[in-house]
């Protein structure tokens, strides 16, 4: 029998013995491998140790680099490719490995993940069903189950009845936080309609669509959340440590009580992500179990640190949460990519599963009957990956290490008179800004705070332009100043690599170019 | 001034002069690196030539070996984590890459892309926002227009206008086709609201919530927007071509207008996963525009299509819809996590809009303003990547020769007695059963086709459990037997490394493994 197809002559003619073409064979067994690897390996090496100078060029020199808009007709050679790529491309992206670099929620990757990484993507595991990873479902739910005790701490024979059952799930891996909120949102309205259906007209009656209560700084997701189910966000207003107000919260759900509307979920922030404060998730549990309602913890940043027995005691209460979000890719030091949902309860993964005639059958393994998304990759081997060779003990190093840090910074922040703290760190993160000379040392009129905002949104715009140093910055009502919104500074102090002398560089450059923008707006050099 | 931080003692006490520990080194300046990237090789290699025969383990016993429930306490070396992992995980994953696996929608991964993954990780950015990815959410938006100008064929103009807007996008990257697609209906669900407010109390109220229209063969992401968002599937029969049935789909929207129902989208699948088949695009669009409703068609399994010239007239009316879904990891062969949605009309992107104070900002480049994800990688480079190195030309020979081998499994299925072919490749899937021999070659009733489905069904369980090849198996509706559900086949012919010789090998050991069920239930030898 012939062994090959009726492909088009072009292609067919270089066709080999064992049925290959030219084509395929650089696909797929080209002999240029090693040549590939080492070209990776040093943009690899060119990005993790770039000076910290940006490319020089604004965004909108890099945008006229992309207006090409006709795809290739001829492919070209992998070597020509990544040329094109280490020309084009690769110094265009943001220094975010730079120790100097301090306001991304990212830290640089262990160097080891990239190498588990290229293992996941050849493997290709499709974790939404057993046929398709087999092992890998178990370890996946292995190594949510080993994250799931680090929250609520259950017992033993919890964990041998639920780990690899059947029938429901610990949790649910997604691709980031952001879908691990909506999915306990979901959960939580399912749940609510289970246990009180709720009238169909009621769901979006405008009086009684259903509410979800959380502070102001929850996350912009529950919005997404909210707008997707058809729900209703309502926001508390935070208290000068920037927690949840929990008198607020009574209040809320009383008048939402009153008013008939149905509160669903009451969300608590753990590491919210301007400041990194955590409310005080034991006492809203009370509030949430007194209102039977969906208590959910969004932990996404702060959830990390469960993992770590000197910081554990910031989120003490967060195994009372019915829910737990927490995203891999941030303080667990995991590729972009990684969230995770966890139920306290297995069966309240059961609340909306689903299931197709093709796939994830409902008497199966399949991991996709209890996820929102469908095909899925096996990030849960990155987990496994640092667990086994960070472990607790190193988890615990690295978050102390952070916290060190951002007290350092802390510390050199109020040591400077240029500087203003806004926000102390309880975890790695601080909010501070730059104050101009002639704010220092007096009483600041809400005028006075709006030129200072001015002054931090050019300062902020001008050091990411310049590159050699980063922070972000955000726009919040501040307490100590009558609830006034501001520009403030935010420093994220993840970075392993960061070090003191890098503190001090960024704070320095900061000076250096208020300095300028000084000189500039004055027209004479300051004193 | 003090480099170190105040470490606990014992990460302190190996710290080196440039300020790091041991510890930190180990996981970010190994020396090691090189023994590790071996390993990793080693590992793949094995993968990918493994013989196809499965590791002789049940399910349940690989089950046993991932049954630990505790966090490791202590790290251990990546050596000794990489053999634990060669030993205990490796062995059990699904045989996705042999060329005789053809029951799956992934194919083997051209071996540069977990090169060009190792890229993607090592540079960690994050397209949700300018500050996070810089030149990369120019590459993003740059691969969305190439890719766009494939479906929609605009003109320069077009592109020159939208491909870099600030305003709005072309398109945006999800985690997979899933996402994709609730992004489509909520689109679609907005669009509606806006054109005309549908009033609060409509959107759940029984008989007038919010109607998706579309075939029986609709994916089953579909039912998870729908309870997501509040609205209602009404599914429409297909006719012997497995294509939606027109009639039908006109009666459904005016039976739902004289109802008072809100049709908000018709859904055209375009590659079903089920056969591959294509509903009538150009006519669905008529009735979709005559009914004035959001027209969306799910080509997360065809829409690759749209780059081969010889192929791209099954996808024809394709342009006409308002969005599409396609998934780079299906056809594309793109690690797994690519999916993508494309607007036809760029402002179609901005009705789902939203911002975040510290981040995504209103006025940016933040391509996180468009997308359901916050946090996001730079997938959107392995696109790149093989656009480039592939090429138009390149897929139109995968595609050419995919389709080539769906009609060489055709005509063996159909040249073999022991087979029946119950849907011929329109795309490069197939739909077949075994007949044990006493229903071949006679007329088969309701009772029969039951006793044939279950034998089928203990056939692809064996199959399975050998591990020598693979289908995957539907249980579908069935026209030519009057519309009874049976349980099909189903074979997908991705796989460029599959030949005629490994279909061949596939049917025989169907045949073989037919056989030995025969022999159990008879209790003797068959003739």
Same mark, same amino acid.
């Given at each position: 029998m012939d062994m090959t197809f009726d492909l088009n002559a072009q292609a067919n003619k270089?066709?080999?013995?064992?049925?290959?073409?030219e084509f395929l064979r650089a696909l797929y067994?080209?002999?240029?491998n090693a040549a590939i690897r080492m070209r990776v390996d040093d943009s690899c090496d060119r990005f993790l140790n770039?000076?910290?100078? #940006? +490319?020089?060029?604004s965004i909108f020199d890099i945008c006229?680099?992309?207006?090409?808009?006709d795809m290739p007709r001829e492919g070209i050679s992998l070597e020509a490719y990544l040329t094109s790529l280490e020309r084009?491309?690769?110094?265009?992206?943001?220094?975010?490995?730079?120790?100097?670099?301090?306001?991304?929620m990212t830290a640089p990757i262990p160097q080891f993940l990239p190498e588990i990484g290229r293992l996941i993507q050849t493997l290709n595991?499709?974790?939404?069903?057993m046929e398709t990873s087999r092992g890998l479902t178990f370890l996946e739910r292995q190594v949510i189950g080993m994250f799931h005790r680090e929250i609520y701490r259950g017992s033993d024979v919890f964990y041998q009845r639920?780990?690899?059952?059947?029938?429901?799930?610990l949790g649910i891996f997604t691709s980031g936080g952001t879908l691990a909120n909506i999915c306990a949102v979901w959960t939580a309205l399912q749940r609510a309609q289970m246990n009180t259906?709720?009238?169909? #007209? +009621?769901?979006?009656a405008a009086k009684i669509r259903p509410v979800i209560i959380g502070s102001?700084?929850?996350?912009y997701s529950f919005d997404k959340a909210a707008e997707l189910l058809g729900a209703e966000l309502y926001k508390v207003p935070v208290d000068n440590q920037y927690q949840i107000n929990l008198g607020a919260v009574a209040q809320a759900i009383s008048s939402c009580e009153s008013e008939g509307r149905r509160v669903i979920c009451l969300v608590a922030v753990?590491?919210?992500?301007?400041?990194?404060s955590v409310d005080p998730l034991r006492k809203l549990s009370e509030l949430a179990k007194r209102a039977n309602v969906h208590f959910h913890v969004d932990?996404?940043?702060?959830?990390?640190?469960?993992?770590?027995e000197s910081n554990r005691y910031l989120l003490e209460?967060?195994?009372?949460?019915?829910t737990v979000t927490i995203d891999?890719?941030?303080?667990?030091?995991?590729?972009?990519g990684c969230g995770i949902l966890f139920f306290r309860?297995?069966?309240?993964?059961?609340?909306t599963m689903h299931h197709a005639p093709y796939a994830?059958?409902?008497?199966?393994?399949?991991?996709?009957?209890?996820?929102?998304?469908?095909t899925r990759p096996a990030t849960a081997l990155y987990l496994h990956a640092a667990m086994h060779v960070i472990g607790k003990t190193g988890y615990d190093v690295l978050f102390s290490d952070s916290m060190a840090r951002a007290r350092y910074m802390a510390q050199a922040i109020e040591s400077r008179?240029?500087?203003?703290?806004i926000v102390a760190p309880t975890m790695n993160l601080l909010a501070y800004r730059y104050l101009p000379e002639?704010?220092?040392?007096c009483t600041l009129s809400a005028e006075d705070n709006e030129e200072i905002s001015a002054f931090n949104v050019s300062l902020q715009k001008l050091q990411r332009q310049k590159g050699d140093s980063f922070v972000s910055r955000t726009f919040r009502p501040v307490p100590q100043y009558q609830g006034q919104s501001l520009t403030l500074l935010r420093a994220v102090?993840?970075?392993?690599?960061?070090?003191a002398a890098d503190i001090d560089f960024l704070l320095n450059d900061q000076v250096a170019i208020a300095t300028q923008i000084d000189e500039k707006e004055h027209g004479h050099a300051q004193q």
């Open positions: 270089n066709r080999n013995t064992d049925g290959t073409t067994r080209s002999d240029d770039a000076s910290d100078a #940006s +490319d020089g060029n006229a680099k992309f207006k090409h808009f084009d491309v690769l110094p265009h992206c943001s220094h975010l490995a730079s120790p100097r670099y301090l306001g991304h595991q499709n974790v939404v069903k639920y780990l690899q059952t059947l029938s429901s799930t259906p709720i009238v169909e #007209s +009621d769901r979006s102001e700084l929850m996350h753990a590491g919210s992500t301007d400041y990194g932990a996404a940043w702060g959830g990390g640190l469960v993992l770590s209460g967060i195994e009372f949460a019915d891999g890719h941030k303080q667990l030091m995991l590729p972009i309860d297995p069966e309240l993964s059961e609340i994830v059958r409902p008497t199966s393994f399949d991991q996709g009957r209890f996820t929102l998304e469908g008179p240029e500087f203003e703290l002639e704010y220092r040392n102090l993840l970075n392993p690599l960061s070090t």
